[in-house]
Nanobody, 125 residues
Framework: QVQLVESGGGLVQTGGSLRLSCAASGRTFSSYAMGWFRQAPGKEREFAATINRSGGYTYYGDTVKGRFTISRDNAKNTVYLQMNSLKPEDTAVYYC??????????????????WGRGTQVTVSS
């Protein structure tokens, strides 16, 4: 069992930056691929970024590519999402997710085993 807790969300102006963190419980964090997803009001949940268990491979959704960077620190059981050049359309609840035995990268939310409760990001115009 893994518990995930996101933090770092908030209100930021267009063009600003935020760094989200997701802290995981348990001693096997390095066995999990991690992903960030987001859901805006009235919309379906959308893939943002994913990283494999070692941190050697990453993959991004088209809407965030070049602006967001996912990283992880396995010693701290934490995955990060650095978000730069934020736009109002980035406003959403951001969720982190974990997939056990995640040697690859995964953009399909149905492949993830555990989810956090989310953190709100609001980008003002």
């Amino acid at each position: 069992q893994v518990q995930l807790v996101e933090s770092g969300g908030g209100l930021v102006q267009t063009g600003g930056s935020l760094r989200l963190s997701c802290a995981a419980s348990g001693r096997t964090f390095s066995s999990y691929a991690m992903g960030w997803f987001r859901q805006a009001p009235g919309k379906e949940r959308e893939f943002a970024a994913t990283i494999n268990r070692s941190g050697g491979y990453t993959y991004y959704g088209d809407t965030v590519k070049g602006r967001f960077t996912i990283s992880r620190d396995n010693a701290k059981n934490t995955v990060y999402l650095q978000m730069n050049s934020l736009k109002p359309e980035d406003t959403a609840v951001y969720y982190c997710a974990a997939r056990y035995d995640g040697g690859g990268v995964y953009y399909n939310e149905r492949l993830y085993d555990y989810w956090g409760r989310g953190t709100q990001v609001t980008v003002s115009s």
